[in-house]
């Protein structure tokens, strides 16, 4: 937990914050959110922020590795954040990359199972401009087959070189084993066998383009020295004539697990690792489920939690240990990780662990250490919302789970509402041997845990 110096700190800061900001009563997030969308289904947020000059500008697709759902084809969300930057007939690369320079911004994109999101930051006053190189590329890609083809070959050598480290073959490895027909089986990147054979699907990337790039499954997020005014005049202005597209993928709901399943990396390069995966709920800022995995996985798991002082501290028999749920739009997995010194203590480690939580569901937790797991939860997020980009972050990460940025305060305010019970009931929930499934990398041939 924070020391008490740190916790003053905050006290201070948030005296600070709300002597600029008016605070929404109750909020975690201490600024409006404005939100309006337009008549073709593109949802508008604002939050003004006192960053005198600089605003940030998200595009939030909330289409991810989820959406894959037809056979030979993965890979494309995550294949379109490389092609969005290849430019448009008005901007070409080039010409879209002066432009950023020109108004003093930077500009990426990233892609998870469940969004790609768009963003970057510069001078409030370039505001147009930033909506009209957006709105152009979205609506008006344009790029050649061989273009296409030059960006496969990107992306199998991205794939490739992430596909190096053990790490990233064991995260595959665990993917594939714990679900059998939900999209979640895939990584982002996708199958490798996908990713080969991606040069030949131009006419399919079309398709990808022409079906998800649509209002329907945006958000454009603003945050810094701007009015909810000019946003929604805007957005009008620019994406007011986008027109709304008439699909929707049908993601395939996951059997329930029934028995402990593994998967074993032999690799001695790197030190020995376990990982427990057990299948967890999806994100819900109306359940009290994923707050109070939250919540128990910072009790259990943490570097102040008992089981890290004797496992790392006491008997240096692990480097590392961790755990916590993913949040994602459908039920996913709550990954406990940990970094061995010796291979011989896979299955004791693996014990430890599950001692831990069988604890929890016979004792409970303490209730002091439990209010500030809490307090520190909420301290930790309040301590990251200092610039437009933080919070459009943030916020974006929202907007991709529910589609609604208030999702935030929402969650936010579950957290004060988790009990001691609540814990319990989740522990016993969600941490059985049927929804399980344990990885290991070690020199050995077999993974050697049971």
Known sequence: ????????????????????????????????????????????????????????????????????????????????????????????????????????????????????????TGSAEKLDLMFEIESDRFMNLNYSEHDFKTEAGAVKGEYTKNNASPYQQSFEN??????????????????????IDMPNQYEYSKLFFKRYYRPEYCTVVVVGDVTPEKVVSLSKKYFGDWQKGDYSSEVPVEPKQTETRYTHLQNGSIPPYLELSYKGPAFSDEEIDMPALDVLSSIVFSQTSDLFKKLVLEERKVRFIGGGALDSRDPN????????????????????????????????????????????????????????????????HYIQLTGNPESLNKLYDLYDKVTVDDVVKVAKKYFVPSGLTIATISDMEMGGVK
């Open 1 to 120: 937990m924070k020391s008490k110096t740190f916790l003053m700190m905050l006290f201070f800061l948030f005296i600070s914050v709300g002597s600029v900001y008016p605070k929404e009563s109750g909020n975690i997030l201490p600024y409006k959110i404005y939100q309006q969308k337009l008549s073709n289904d593109l949802n508008v947020v604002t939050v003004p922020f006192d960053s005198p000059g600089i605003a940030s500008f998200y595009i939030v697709v909330r289409v991810g590795a989820r959406n894959e759902v037809e056979e030979g084809v993965t890979g494309f969300a995550h294949f379109f954040e490389h092609m969005m930057f290849r430019g448009t007939d008005k901007y070409p690369k080039d010409k879209y990359q002066a432009v950023l320079k020109s108004i003093g911004a930077s500009a990426n994109a990233n892609t998870s199972q469940d969004r790609t999101v768009y963003h970057m």
């Open 174 to 195: 665990v993917r594939n084993a714990a679900f059998d027909k939900h999209t979640y089986k895939h990584t982002t990147m996708g199958f490798l066998d996908d990713i």
């Open 333 to 396: 997995l709550f990954t406990i990780q940990a970094s061995l010194i010796d291979k011989s203590d896979l299955q004791y480690v693996k014990d430890e662990i599950v001692k831990a939580i069988e604890n929890v569901k016979t004792n409970g937790v303490d209730k002091k250490t439990l209010n500030e797991t809490k307090s520190n939860l909420k301290y930790r997020f309040a301590m990251n919302i200092d610039t437009p980009d933080n919070i459009a972050n943030s916020l974006s």
